[in-house]
């Protein structure tokens, strides 16, 4: 019989550093080494627009990244204690962790943002416009 052997999915305590965007965020993760923190989370299943020109295509999704930035901020701040789910494995093309985020109430951050309307669910395949 042959083993596989699956990473699975580990929760790390982190303090956010900085909203990049709606849908990153820069955390210092506890007890990782200080050449790998702070890093940057990719929140895995969400997209929200793009705030600068380019890679956004027209500036009404730039006036929505901007929007979503602000509710981004509103619900996560510097200095908070978050907890990044990670995989050990998966990041993107950029070098971020492709996790989740939970804020301290308990709330999944992507699926807030989703119901805030200021992101939409996203399986990592070709992104659709914005406006």
Same mark, same amino acid.
């Given at each position: 019989?042959?083993?596989? #052997?699956? !990473?699975?999915? /580990? &929760?790390? $305590?982190?303090?956010?550093?900085?909203?990049?965007?709606?849908? %990153?965020?820069?955390?210092?993760?506890?007890?990782?080494?200080?050449?790998?923190?702070?890093?940057?989370?990719?929140?895995?299943?969400?997209?929200?627009?793009?705030?600068?020109?380019?890679?956004?295509?027209?500036?009404?999704?730039?006036?929505?990244? #901007?929007? !979503?930035?602000? /509710? &981004?901020? $509103?619900?996560?701040?510097?200095?908070?204690?978050?907890?990044? %789910?990670?995989?050990?494995?998966?990041?993107?093309?950029?070098?971020?962790?492709?996790?989740?985020?939970?804020?301290?109430?308990?709330?999944?951050?992507?699926?807030?943002?989703?119901?805030?309307?200021?992101?939409?669910?996203?399986?990592?395949?070709?992104?659709? !416009?914005?406006?």
């Amino acid at each position: 019989m042959i083993g596989i #052997l699956f !990473a699975a999915a /580990v &929760a790390y $305590q982190a303090t956010v550093i900085s909203v990049v965007d709606g849908d %990153t965020i820069k955390v210092q993760i506890a007890g990782w080494p200080e050449y790998v923190n702070p890093i940057d989370v990719r929140v895995q299943g969400i997209d929200t627009p793009e705030h600068m020109m380019p890679p956004a295509k027209k500036v009404c999704e730039v006036k929505k990244g #901007l929007a !979503a930035i602000v /509710v &981004a901020k $509103q619900k996560i701040t510097p200095g908070q204690s978050v907890v990044v %789910t990670w995989d050990g494995k998966h990041h993107d093309k950029y070098l971020r962790l492709l996790g989740t985020i939970t804020l301290p109430d308990g709330t999944d951050y992507g699926t807030a943002m989703i119901k805030s309307g200021s992101a939409r669910a996203y399986d990592g395949k070709t992104k659709g !416009a914005w406006c």
